[in-house]
C-alpha cells in the first residue's frame, strides 16, 4: 500500500491547525473572562468610598500612634539602632529599644535608650514643633 505523503501531511497540519486555534480559543475565552470581570471591578469602584476608607484608617493610625516621628527624628532614630545593632549587638528577635515620650504642651520630647549599654539619646526634632 502507498502512502500518499501530500495527504499525510495536510491531515498532520490539519491536526496541529486545530491544535493551534483551540488553544487561541481557549486564551481568547480566559482574557475575555478577566475583561468582564475586569470591567465590573472597575463599574463598582467608587473613589469616593475609597478615599474616605483610607482617610479613617490614616486618622485611625495618628489618633492611635503614642508620637508621631518627624523625619528628621527617624533618620536619627536608624542612626542610633544601627549603631547599637553593630556595636552591642541589639538585634534578632530579642532586639528592643527603651523610648522615653515627654510632653512639653508645643510637642514630644523623645529619648531612645540602648537596654544593653544604657546609652541613650535625645532624637527630638524641636524644629518640626
Ligand atoms: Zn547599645
Not at 474616605?52 to 495618628?62: H, T
Request: charged fraction near 30%; proline fraction near 1%; glycine fraction near 4%.
Amino acid at each position: 500500500m502507498k502512502i500518499d505523503t501530500k495527504d499525510f501531511a495536510a491531515v498532520f497540519l490539519k491536526g496541529k491547525i486545530d491544535e493551534y486555534l483551540e488553544g487561541i480559543r481557549q486564551e481568547y475565552n480566559a482574557v475575555s473572562e478577566t475583561c468582564a470581570s475586569l470591567r465590573k471591578q472597575l463599574a463598582e469602584y467608587n473613589k469616593a468610598e475609597e478615599v474616605a476608607s483610607l482617610a479613617k484608617q490614616l486618622n485611625q493610625a495618628y489618633t492611635h500612634s503614642l508620637c508621631q516621628l518627624s523625619d528628621v527624628e527617624k533618620k536619627r532614630l536608624e542612626k542610633f539602632k544601627s549603631y547599637h545593632y553593630i556595636n552591642c549587638f541589639n538585634r534578632g528577635k530579642n532586639e528592643y529599644y527603651d523610648y522615653r515620650l515627654q510632653e512639653t504642651g508645643i510637642g514630644t520630647i523623645i529619648v531612645v535608650t540602648c537596654p544593653i549599654c544604657k546609652k541613650y539619646a535625645d532624637i527630638t526634632d524641636v524644629d518640626s514643633w
